[in-house]
Each structure stands twice: as C-alpha cells, then as structure tokens.
C-alpha cells in the first residue's frame, strides 16, 4: 500500500524499544546510539519518518510510521489526489478511494468545454447542487467557457461566414456551438462594424430568399387571425371574426399590392408608348 520497498531508516537505541530490537536480531550497542532497521520491522508507536508513494500519481510523501499504519488500506493516496477522490472505509476497515468524475479537471473539461454540456446537466447526472460544481469550474479555471469555444473563430473566418457568405449570428452560432450574442461579441473584438438592422434586413429578404418566405408567412389565414387578435388586444382563442371586410383583406394582401404596384408600372409604360406614338 504505496510503502517504499526496500526502505531502511535510522533511528536511535531507547528503553522502551530496546527489547523489540533485540528480540529481531539486532545487536545492541548502547543508549541513543543511532542504527538502522528495515520499515517494517518498526515498533507500531514509531514515530519515525517513512517514505511512502501515491498509488495514483505515484508522487512521494513523507509520513510518520504510526500514520502509515492507521491508514489499513490496500492502495495510498495522497493529499492532492484526494481532493478528487472520496474517502470511505469497507465493511472489513479498509480504506478505499472512490473515483469523484467532476472533481476531476480532464474530466471537467471534456464534458464542460469540449462536449459544451450545461453545468446544471453534469450537476445533475452527478448528484450534486449547481453551486458544488460551478466551485469546481471555479477551481480548474474553466469559467470563462466561451473563450475556449472562441479561439477557433478567427477573424478570417468570420470575415468570410458574416460579412462575405452574409451567414446570419445565430446560423454561425449553430455550427459552433455558441450564441448568436456570442458572434456578434467575438466579430467586434476583431475591430469589425456591425451592419444597421435595416442593412441586415435588405441581405435577408433580397438576398437570401427572406422577402418570399415573408410573404408566403403573412398570407396564412392562421398569421392573419393572429394579427388581428394582436390588433385588437384579444386572445386567439376569443377570435370571432376579422373586424374588416373579406374585400378590404384581399386588397391588403401582399401578393395584391405587389401586382397593383406591377400592374400600375405597365400602364405607364403603355401610356409613355401611346405618347410617344401621338408625337410621331
């Protein structure tokens, strides 16, 4: 149990322990005289210096011998191990170290940074109050996790995802694992202007296809109850009929402003054409 063999130590000739000695082997010489014994054939109450190794990171402890024997276990696990470990003893007395995951920094961080797992996940799946954990996220200097998720986002990349691809915050997000406040947050530590709301609006709806998508949304019957429910301060359930005339609706409708708008810009054509015709 992590006791350095062979190990000898020096100790010297007393009364209380001469006969022990003796009766080992050992030639006596005389009182307070130093000698050297084998670790184990030390007197229980020994007070001596021993040398014993961790079972788990094999580092090299000094102890007193009586200590070492109060331990009764079969492995030894030092100060720094145990703080990662939990202490129990076996029906028989026995020592026995068992294994905490989140008190474990390699383990923390795989499921922490890299799996990008919530903290009150792993609280839970441990058995232990959030606060418990965010100590030990404290404690392995894992606290500022989105740093870590950040050093792959460089500005080149982002450049070109946000401001070239015209990808949206929340859709470069999404393949990183992070918010869209994130992204935003990380594009402006690199010196980078955001564009207005207005000039985001314009690449979504003529660039990317967002302008059909909107209109074919408003056309539903289901978002044209919702909006007049919002309109008039009721809950949807209480709906009981639009407050204006189905042909006020239809001459609202956007794919009828859209062909009154293209309707109106043939007849000007068509006038201009007659026109000019009339000149001639």
């Known amino acids: 149990m992590g006791l350095i063999l062979p190990q000898k130590v020096k100790i010297k000739w007393n009364g209380t322990s001469k006969q022990h000695y003796i009766d080992l082997g050992y030639v006596y010489t005389k009182h307070g005289e130093l000698f050297e014994v084998d670790v184990n054939h030390l007197s229980k109450g020994s007070c001596v210096i021993v040398k014993v190794k961790c079972d788990y990171c094999e ?15 079969n492995t030894y696990c030092c100060p720094e ?44 799946e441990c058995g232990i109050n959030l606060r ?17 998720k950040t050093r792959e986002l460089s500005k080149d990349i982002l450049e070109d ?6 990808k ?14 994130t992204i935003i947050n990380v594009i402006r530590s690199y010196g980078f202007n955001i564009p207005s709301r207005s000039e985001l609006m314009s690449t979504y709806l003529y660039e990317k296809g967002g302008i059909d998508k909107a209109r074919e949304t408003q056309s ?18 209480d709906f009981n009929g639009f407050a204006v005339t189905e042909q006020h609706m239809a001459r609202n409708n956007t794919y009828y402003k859209e062909w009154k708008t293209k309707f109106s810009n043939v007849i000007i054509i068509l006038v201009n054409v007659v026109v000019g015709v009339v000149e001639i």
């Open 59 to 73: 580092n090299i402890v000094n102890m007193e011998w009586k200590q070492y024997l109060s331990l009764r276990g």
């Open 81 to 124: 191990c145990l703080k990662h470990k939990k202490k129990i003893r076996d029906e028989n007395g026995n020592l026995i170290f068992i294994e905490i995951p989140y008190r474990n920094k390699k383990w923390l961080y795989n499921e922490y940074i890299v799996k990008d797992r919530e903290a009150k996940d792993i609280a839970d």
């Open 132 to 148: 418990t954990l965010r100590e030990w996220i404290s404690t392995f200097e894992l606290n500022n996790k989105y740093q870590e």
């Open 220 to 237: 539903t019957m289901e978002n044209r109850i919702k909006s007049s429910c919002r309109q008039r301060g009721i809950a949807f359930e």
């Open 161 to 166: 995802l946000y401001f070239k691809q015209h």
């Open 168 to 181: 949206t915050s929340e859709e470069i997000g999404k393949i990183y694992r992070l918010s869209g406040n």
